[in-house]
Each structure stands twice: as C-alpha cells, then as structure tokens.
C-alpha cells in the first residue's frame, strides 16, 4: 500500500517562498517518476514539475526559474521548492508517483498567495 502525504501549504504574500514535502510510505518511491501537480478553483489538474529516478527534472513554462523540484530516496520523501511565488500561482498542490503507469496521488495541501 502507498500512501503520500503533502504538506508544507499555506498563505503567503506575492514574491515569498514556501517549500512543499512529499512523503511516500512503501517500497516504490526510489523507482517512481515523481511529480507535482496543481489545481486551482474552476481549472483542470496540471504538471507543474516532475523528476525522475535519475534526477532529471522538468517544469512547465510557468514556474520555470521559480520553482525547483527535488527527492530524496534515503528519506523517501520529495520537495518542490517555490520562490518568487505569485496569485496565478494559487491552487491545491498534489504530490504524484508514477510507475510503469501505475499512479498514486496524495490528498493534496493549499497554497495560496495574496496580499
């Protein structure tokens, strides 16, 4: 059984920072892809980042040169890192790993930025 547990969500003024935690109980995470994901009110799910077993990385254009995604296998756990956050990027922010297809998803935690 997987289990994922975000957390690291709050509020925070335009141009802050927060850092997100993943969790992952289980055996798989050091063969996962692992992802972050976001959806905020009215909008579908979207990738924000991934990473892979090696630590190759990606972003979607919107958080590039803002956010940095990272793992680490020994503490079965992943980070996205958020800098120089803005209002657009308000949303419920979930972890996600990836198996040959199989998918797990946490329960998701809120970030919201406002002034």
């Known amino acids: 059984q997987v289990q994922l547990v975000e957390s690291g969500g709050g509020l925070v003024q335009p141009g802050g920072s927060l850092r997100l935690s993943c969790a992952a109980s289980?055996?798989?995470?050091?063969?996962?892809?692992m992802g972050w994901y976001r959806q905020a009110p009215g909008k579908q799910r979207e990738l924000v980042a991934h990473?892979?077993?090696?630590?190759?990385?990606n972003y979607a254009d919107s958080v590039k040169g803002r956010f940095t995604i990272s793992r680490d296998n020994a503490k079965n756990t992943g980070y996205l890192q958020m800098n120089s956050l803005k209002p657009e990027d308000t949303a419920v922010y979930y972890c996600?790993?990836?198996?040959?297809?199989?998918?797990?998803w946490g329960q998701g935690t809120q970030v919201t930025v406002s002034s």
């Open positions: 990473i892979t077993t090696s630590g190759s990385t």
């Open positions: 289980g055996s798989i995470f050091n063969i996962a892809v």
């Open positions: 996600n790993l990836n198996v040959v297809g199989n998918k797990w």
